[in-house]
């Protein structure tokens, strides 16, 4: 049995906050994307999941053996491939029987075919590092591919992987996504790639309601979607003209009682009718005047709830915004000028040796390579940060860099903090209208960087750069959609496309370079 239930499962903050409350899902032994907004509690759920933490309430059932790869895995610096795969003891079996040296029981209990198998889990990930290779030596998308191979070769009965193809190059993707799809049974991936999120036979998807399961991959989740947003904002302008309705006919019967009360006034004044009989007319009035108001008052209570939980559900549906103030660059302006840059972190090994390229007017640029090609050190030659060993940059537009280590940020700043020291000369105003459209409204503001979560760090990192009251002619991004969530993805594409200024973009993500439409590739 490889399915996973999870039983009333709640947990919450360490300050209380609920985060999940009160989940019934059941994932099958079939390929499961899990999506929604970054804080949901995507990663939280898998590692309950997977035991490394123990949920407030609620059960859990699993089978027998789970495996987890976390998007941060721990290193430590002495281990090795070997380690990781936790076959040291049976390599080193199998290195005393080559030698000669092997007892009976090693020869009993060795695994002849251990060396070919470890070789194939490793070439199917794209890795020809020998089993002694420490794990210090490899790059970070290598150490993911590593950590991915060696959860298949244990053959758990379930795989939980947490954003697996974060930080990959394009072949790096690939290879994860390949290895997803060939996997046979109970597979849960939390991802905003939507290549891979392709490869699902079902999706969930974790919001502030809770969670629910759409069959079939990301482009049919995307379709009901669409047509749920489209069906919750019928609901809420029907319950707002309902709302609307009720009100005007409270106004009308508190119209009516209060001419009602006035007749009665002028009656009573008048010595017109005898006391005893306007004292009863009174008394029928109050009684029937008291219990009209009760329905009214339950009618608006109705009438205003109704249009709370109608507009929870549009809040929830709806994408956030991002508003790039225009930049006014004209075409035909010179950018950037990049002249036989070359520049290494040791003299005698350049990452980028000879790198020229020139930006006119509004153009879009991907800068490509393999991970640790120098695509990101690129980019910060040529917002300054580092000096190149030879070669020039000549920058001629205001430009603006958003690294994807998000360096511009301090974590012991608040959200507005750091805005305000970015962007000096914006009023108080300006500052805050910013940062709603990224989602920080009122006290969101006042959180400070270094709680955030990654995607929320970026989100701070999107509004103090791409929000900025003086105009960006020229975006540097580094992988600006790493750790957002599908939706501010899919916002964030719509928002560069509306941009008119110059990008050069580092990014392994096909969809979203196609989508912002970059026109010509650097390779290094």
Request: charge should be negative; proline fraction near 4%; include cysteine.
């Given at each position: 049995?490889?399915?996973?239930?999870?039983?009333?499962?709640?947990?919450?903050?360490?300050?209380?906050?609920?985060?999940?409350?009160?989940?019934?899902?059941?994932?099958?032994?079939?390929?499961?994307g899990?999506?929604?907004?970054?804080?949901t509690?995507?990663?939280?759920?898998?590692r309950?999941?997977?035991?490394?933490?123990?949920?407030?309430?609620?059960?859990?059932?699993?089978?027998?053996?789970?495996?987890?790869?976390?998007?941060?895995?721990?290193?430590?610096?002495?281990?090795?491939?070997?380690?990781?795969?936790?076959?040291?003891?049976?390599?080193?079996?199998?290195?005393?029987?080559?030698?000669?040296?092997?007892?009976?029981?090693?020869?009993?209990?060795?695994?002849?075919?251990?060396?070919?198998?470890?070789?194939?889990?490793?070439?199917?990930?794209?890795?020809?590092?020998?089993?002694?290779?420490?794990?210090?030596?490899?790059?970070?998308?290598?150490?993911?591919?590593?950590?991915?191979?060696?959860?298949?070769?244990?053959?758990?009965?379930?795989?939980?992987?947490?954003?697996?193809t974060?930080?990959?190059?394009?072949?790096?993707?690939?290879?994860?996504?390949?290895?997803?799809?060939?996997?046979?049974?109970?597979?849960?991936?939390?991802?905003?790639?939507?290549?891979?999120?392709?490869?699902?036979?079902?999706i969930?998807?974790?919001?502030?309601?809770?969670?629910?399961?759409?069959?079939?991959?990301?482009?049919?989740?995307?379709?009901?979607?669409?047509?749920?947003?489209?069906?919750?904002?019928?609901?809420l302008?029907?319950?707002?003209?309902?709302?609307?309705?009720t009100?005007?006919?409270?106004?009308?019967?508190?119209?009516?009682?209060?001419?009602?009360?006035?007749?009665?006034?002028?009656l009573?004044?008048?010595?017109?009718?005898?006391?005893?009989?306007?004292?009863?007319?009174?008394?029928?009035?109050?009684?029937?005047?008291?219990?009209?108001?009760?329905?009214?008052?339950?009618?608006?209570?109705?009438?205003?709830?109704a249009?709370?939980?109608?507009?929870?559900?549009?809040?929830?549906?709806?994408?956030?915004?991002?508003?790039?103030?225009?930049?006014?660059?004209?075409?035909?302006?010179?950018?950037?000028?990049?002249?036989?840059?070359?520049?290494?972190?040791?003299?005698?090994?350049?990452v980028?040796?000879?790198?020229s390229?020139?930006?006119?007017?509004?153009?879009?640029i991907?800068?490509?390579?393999?991970?640790?090609s120098?695509?990101?050190?690129?980019?910060?030659?040529?917002?300054?940060?580092?000096?190149?060993?030879?070669?020039?940059?000549?920058?001629h537009?205001?430009?603006?860099?958003?690294?994807?280590?998000?360096?511009?940020?301090?974590?012991?700043?608040?959200?507005?903090?750091?805005?305000?020291?970015?962007?000096?000369?914006?009023?108080?105003?300006?500052?805050?209208?910013?940062?709603?459209?990224?989602?920080?409204?009122g006290?969101?503001?006042?959180?400070?960087?270094?709680?955030?979560?990654?995607?929320?760090?970026?989100?701070a990192?999107?509004?103090?750069?791409?929000?900025?009251?003086?105009?960006?002619?020229?975006?540097?991004?580094?992988?600006?959609?790493?750790?957002?969530?599908?939706?501010?993805v899919?916002?964030?594409?719509?928002?560069?496309?509306?941009?008119?200024?110059?990008?050069?973009?580092?990014?392994?993500?096909?969809v979203?370079?196609e989508?912002?439409?970059?026109?010509?590739?650097?390779?290094?």
């Amino acid at each position: 049995m490889s399915s996973i239930v999870l039983a009333s499962l709640s947990w919450h903050t360490p300050s209380g906050t609920p985060l999940l409350d009160e989940l019934d899902l059941t994932f099958g032994p079939v390929r499961t994307g899990l999506v929604g907004r970054n804080g949901t509690g995507k990663t939280t759920l898998l590692r309950l999941i997977a035991g490394e933490m123990a949920p407030r309430s609620g059960s859990i059932t699993r089978p027998p053996s789970v495996g987890f790869l976390s998007q941060n895995p721990e290193q430590h610096g002495d281990e090795t491939l070997a380690d990781l795969f936790g076959v040291k003891d049976q390599l080193a079996r199998l290195a005393r029987a080559e030698r000669g040296e092997a007892t009976a029981d090693d020869l009993a209990d060795a695994d002849w075919a251990l060396e070919a198998r470890l070789e194939a889990a490793l070439a199917g990930m794209g890795l020809d590092q020998p089993p002694d290779a420490p794990l210090s030596t490899l790059s970070g998308g290598q150490r993911t591919r590593a950590g991915l191979a060696a959860l298949m070769f244990a053959e758990p009965d379930a795989l939980l992987l947490d954003e697996p193809t974060n930080h990959l190059d394009r072949a790096g993707r690939s290879q994860v996504i390949d290895a997803v799809r060939r996997w046979q049974g109970c597979v849960i991936v939390a991802s905003h790639d939507r290549t891979l999120l392709g490869a699902m036979d079902a999706i969930v998807e974790l919001t502030t309601l809770g969670a629910r399961t759409y069959g079939g991959n990301y482009d049919t989740y995307r379709d009901i979607k669409a047509t749920e947003l489209a069906s919750a904002e019928n609901e809420l302008a029907r319950t707002e003209r309902a709302l609307a309705g009720t009100r005007a006919r409270v106004h009308l019967a508190a119209e009516r009682k209060a001419r009602t009360d006035r007749q009665g006034r002028r009656l009573r004044a008048s010595g017109g009718q005898s006391k005893l009989v306007l004292d009863a007319a009174k008394e029928r009035s109050e009684g029937s005047g008291g219990s009209a108001a009760r329905l009214r008052d339950r009618q608006m209570e109705n009438a205003e709830s109704a249009v709370a939980t109608a507009r929870s559900a549009v809040e929830v549906l709806q994408p956030l915004s991002m508003n790039i103030p225009p930049s006014g660059l004209v075409a035909g302006r010179d950018v950037l000028r990049v002249d036989r840059l070359t520049f290494g972190y040791q003299a005698d090994k350049p990452v980028l040796r000879d790198v020229s390229l020139t930006i006119r007017g509004p153009e879009r640029i991907a800068v490509e390579g393999a991970n640790g090609s120098g695509k990101s050190t690129l980019l910060a030659c040529i917002n300054g940060a580092l000096r190149p060993q030879s070669g020039s940059v000549a920058l001629h537009v205001p430009a603006a860099l958003l690294d994807q280590d998000l360096g511009l940020l301090d974590p012991d700043e608040s959200v507005r903090d750091a805005f305000a020291r970015i962007d000096p000369d914006a009023s108080e105003n300006d500052r805050r209208a910013a940062l709603a459209r990224f989602l920080f409204r009122g006290d969101d503001a006042h959180q400070r960087i270094g709680s955030l979560s990654g995607g929320q760090r970026l989100r701070a990192g999107l509004a103090c750069t791409l929000g900025h009251s003086q105009p960006r002619q020229l975006l540097l991004l580094d992988e600006p959609s790493n750790h957002l969530d599908i939706e501010s993805v899919e916002t964030l594409e719509a928002a560069l496309v509306a941009y008119d200024g110059a990008i050069l973009v580092v990014s392994h993500d096909d969809v979203f370079l196609e989508r912002i439409g970059v026109e010509r590739r650097l390779v290094l």
